[in-house]
């Protein structure tokens, strides 16, 4: 078996013990910190991290629960004077925005769960510098250096295509080509 095969298998069942320290340190970074390499190298891999200039992990910690907004003063029924708030992102989008936001000469090339405790959500994300000779010449990464401007904004990552709903092709699904296209009637 390669190394990557054991990885996998060893990630399947993290070591509490050794995950509960790593996460009580976490708890006390920034909210976006720039690491030196992956802590799921398989995983890190298989997303297309490689390790070369111009490719950085950032590790991303975002607060786990509802979203709340304020509560309207007057002038509406009490059916509607509610203070939670549904986002229609899920939390691996929304650390990938944070991320991009951080390191703005950067694009998001993927991201992947790291851990979870009763507060946080643990996520790493692959960054890219396009401007770099090195990204320009790869063969996989070199189309971020022609069109991959701001594709965390438009929803174009693994994360945001599942968010919006992309991952299924039928003629029943009202998210196609772009909710905006479809009068909002898909989220």
Known sequence: MAIAKYLRKA????????????????????VVEKVEKPLRLDRARALG?????????ARVKIK?????????????????MTNRKTVKMNYRWVAEQRAAKKFKNLE?????????????YFYEVILVDPSKPEIKKDKELGFLSKKGKKRVSRGLTSAGKKSRGLRKKTRELKVRPSIRARGRRGK
């Open 11 to 30: 990630w399947k069942k993290p070591d509490k013990e050794v995950l509960r320290k790593r996460m009580i340190e976490w708890r006390k970074t920034k």
């Open 49 to 57: 991290y490689k390790a070369k200039k111009g490719i950085i992990v």
């Open 64 to 80: 786990r629960g509802g979203r709340k907004k304020t509560r309207p003063r007057k002038g509406r029924r009490s059916k509607r």
């Open 108 to 120: 998001v090339l993927n991201s992947y769960v790291i851990g979870k405790d009763g507060v946080s």
